[in-house]
Nanobody, 124 residues
Framework: QVQLVESGGGLVQAGGSLRLSCAAS????????MGWFRQAPGKEREFVAS????????YYADSVKGRFTISRDNAKNTVYLQMNSLKPEDTAVYSC?????????????????WGQGTQVTVSS
């Protein structure tokens, strides 16, 4: 079956950096958009970033623009999220997602596959 497995989360001080990885198995996503979403305690899941099938088009939430970068390595069937200048409000469970479509989506409804998530905690 299709699996998306995130890694790279952890505890970091404000201003620090983390790099999340999401490895897919069970099917190739080289022709499909992939994205990252996050959910903080007591809040709804929110869009973070997405990349089209070849990484040529990317989208970011305003709250992370200029600090986070999404990239992908289709040969490895893996998508990454480089997070710099982290803030306490970035604390959340980060999940990657895979779409059935080529072009990047900002809505969770555009994604059919989801990972379990990895915890990111930013201390002040």
């Amino acid at each position: 079956q299709v699996q998306l497995v995130e890694s790279g989360g952890g505890l970091v001080q404000a201003g620090g950096s983390l790099r999340l990885s999401c490895a897919a198995s069970g099917r190739t996503f080289s022709m499909n958009a992939m994205g990252w979403f996050r959910q903080a305690p007591g809040k709804e899941r929110e869009f973070v970033a997405s990349a089209s099938w070849n990484g040529g088009s990317t989208y970011y939430a305003d709250s992370v623009k200029g600090r986070f970068t999404i990239s992908r390595d289709n040969a490895k069937n893996t998508v990454y999220l480089q997070m710099n200048s982290l803030k306490p409000e970035d604390t959340a469970v980060y999940s990657c997602s895979g779409s059935l479509y080529r072009w990047a989506e900002v809505s969770a409804r555009g994604y059919s596959y989801w990972g379990q998530g990895t915890q990111v905690t930013v201390s002040s």
